[in-house]
C-alpha cells in the first residue's frame, strides 16, 4: 500500500526567507507526486504534480519540486516566501497505473509566514 | 476552469439524522472522490467512483453510502450521523486514465450534535 509522510506538522519561516517543505513516500513503483496548498477555509489547490521525465518540476506562485527516487523523496522549495504563502500544504502519492488516481495523502504541514 | 461544487459549506445536524452531501462536476470527468479531512490526520479516503453507478469503498467507508446515478454528480450519504462524523468533507473529481489531475471542491463542514 502506498503512504506518505510530511514530518513536519508546523513551519515558520520569516517573508523572504526560502522555504523546504519536506515528503517522503512508500509505493512499490513508480508513482504519480503531487503538492496541494489549502488557504484557510477552502478547498484544495494543486501546486505541481510529477509524472515522469524531468525530476525538477515547476509548479504556481513560484514553488518547485524534485523528485528523488533514490530517498523516496519529493520536497517542495520556493527561494523567497511572500505572506500570502501561509497555507496547509499536502503531499499526495497516486498509483503509476492509474488506479482511479486515487490520492493518498501526508498529514499536511502548517505553514506560518512571520512579517 | 474545472469547477467541483458542493452544495453546502456548513451544515449543522443531529445524532441519528440521514445525511445528504451533494458534489457536481462541469467537466465531465470519469471519476469522482470523497475525502474527509480532520486535524493531524490529513486527508483520508471514503469513497470513489469511476463511473455512472459504480463505485469502490476507498480506507474508510465505515457508516457511509454513496451514489452516483447522474456523471456530473456525486452524492455522499451518512446513513445514521454520528457525532464521530463531524470533520470536513471534500469532494474531488478527474479524468479517467493515468496522467491525470484531481480538482477538489471548496468543502463541507459538518457538525453532528
Known amino acids: 500500500a502506498q503512504s506518505v509522510t510530511q514530518p513536519d506538522i508546523h513551519i515558520t519561516v520569516s517573508e523572504g526567507a526560502s522555504l523546504e517543505l519536506r515528503c517522503n513516500y512508500s509505493?512499490?513503483?513508480?508513482?504519480?507526486l503531487f503538492w496541494y496548498v489549502q488557504s484557510p477555509g477552502q478547498g484544495l489547490q494543486l501546486l505541481l504534480k510529477?509524472?515522469?521525465?524531468?525530476?525538477l518540476v515547476q509548479g504556481i506562485k513560484g514553488f518547485e519540486a524534485e523528485f528523488k527516487r533514490s530517498q523516496s523523496s519529493f520536497n517542495l522549495r520556493k527561494p523567497s516566501v511572500h505572506w500570502s504563502d501561509a497555507a496547509e500544504y499536502f503531499c499526495?502519492?497516486?498509483?503509476?497505473?492509474?488506479?482511479?488516481?486515487?490520492?493518498?495523502f501526508g498529514t499536511g504541514t502548517q505553514l506560518k509566514v512571520e512579517l | 476552469d474545472v469547477k467541483v461544487t458542493q452544495s453546502s459549506r456548513y451544515l449543522v445536524k443531529r445524532t441519528g439524522e440521514k445525511v445528504f452531501l451533494e458534489c457536481v462536476q462541469d467537466?465531465?470527468?470519469?471519476?469522482m472522490f470523497w475525502y474527509r479531512q480532520d486535524p493531524g490526520l490529513g486527508l483520508r479516503l471514503i469513497y470513489f467512483s469511476y463511473d455512472v453507478k459504480m463505485k469502490e469503498k476507498g480506507d474508510i467507508p465505515e457508516g457511509y453510502s454513496v451514489s452516483r446515478e447522474k456523471k456530473e454528480r456525486f452524492s455522499l450519504i451518512l446513513e445514521s450521523a454520528s457525532t464521530n462524523q463531524t470533520s470536513m468533507y471534500l469532494c474531488?473529481?478527474?479524468?479517467?486514465?493515468?496522467?491525470?489531475?484531481?480538482?477538489f471542491g471548496q468543502g463541507t463542514r459538518l457538525t453532528v450534535v
Open positions: 499526495a502519492v497516486a498509483p503509476f497505473t492509474g488506479g482511479g488516481n486515487k490520492l493518498t
Open positions: 509505493y512499490g513503483a513508480t508513482p504519480y
Open positions: 467537466m465531465d470527468h470519469e471519476n
Open positions: 510529477y509524472f515522469s521525465g524531468d525530476t
Open positions: 474531488a473529481s478527474s479524468h479517467g486514465g493515468a496522467n491525470t489531475e484531481a480538482f
